[in-house]
């Protein structure tokens, strides 16, 4: 099986830089996703990482560290619309992707 | 446009009934999902399923069950609903045969039984 780990809530203030982490544990890693979730939507997606190192696509980076079981998703200069779920998704060689449970990231001005 | 649609986008029903959700997707992609999300909002996979393969998640009870007439449709049958049931449950698909199969959710439905 897969275990995935996020923290459940965290709170930073506009225009400030905040670190989601995930650790996992799992066999045959393939991939790591990262899902936004506002309130009442559907997840839609943000990253994809399957080789170690940092991936940045504008306000928002994703890091891997495959031998570590680790991840992160960085937002910089949060804006008050980043308040969301944030859900961090791994793949397997199979082709089976498990969520995270999510981490509710509340912005504040 | 919409690449993946799902109808309807509320349920309500009464504990017993038998029911299905529709999901459609026009992105031509390969393998559909679907997945339940709880009141605690975490997203558990229920099935994945492309033309080869139906992978079921073990935790999810029998009267659960997708059907798919075609390539671009996977739908939803609950047979004799139980309260525990009520989530809004999404569809998803992807193109597993891609490095990154990113999955494309549906808008969910919420499905409320009484």
């Known amino acids: 099986g897969q275990n995935i780990d996020q923290p459940t809530e965290m709170t930073a203030t506009e225009g400030a830089i905040v670190q989601i982490n995930c650790t996992y544990q799992?066999?045959?890693?393939?991939?790591l996703f990262w899902y936004q979730q506002h309130a009442g939507e559907a997840p839609t997606f943000l990253s994809y990482n399957v080789l170690d190192g940092l991936e940045e696509k504008g306000r928002f980076s994703s890091f891997l560290s495959r031998s570590k079981g680790y991840s992160y998703l960085l937002l910089k200069e949060l804006q008050m619309k980043d308040s969301a779920s944030y859900l961090c998704?791994?793949?397997?060689?199979?082709?089976?992707?498990?969520f995270g449970d999510g981490t509710t990231l509340t912005v504040k001005p | 446009d919409t690449a993946v649609s799902q109808t309807p986008k509320y349920l309500v029903t009464q504990m017993g009934n038998d029911k299905s959700i529709k999901c459609e997707q026009n992105l031509g992609h390969d393998t559909m999902y679907w997945y339940k999300q709880d009141s605690k909002k975490f997203l558990k996979i229920m099935f994945s399923y492309n033309n080869k393969e139906l992978i079921i998640n073990e935790t999810v009870p029998n009267r659960f069950s997708p059907k798919s007439p075609d390539k671009a449709h996977l739908n939803l049958h609950i047979n004799s609903l139980e309260l525990g049931d009520s989530a809004v449950y999404f569809c998803a698909s992807s193109r597993l045969t891609s490095d990154a199969d990113t999955q494309y959710f549906g808008p969910g439905t919420r499905l409320t039984v009484l």
């Open positions: 799992t066999s045959g890693f393939n991939g």
């Open positions: 998704a791994v793949r397997t060689n199979a082709g089976k992707s498990t």
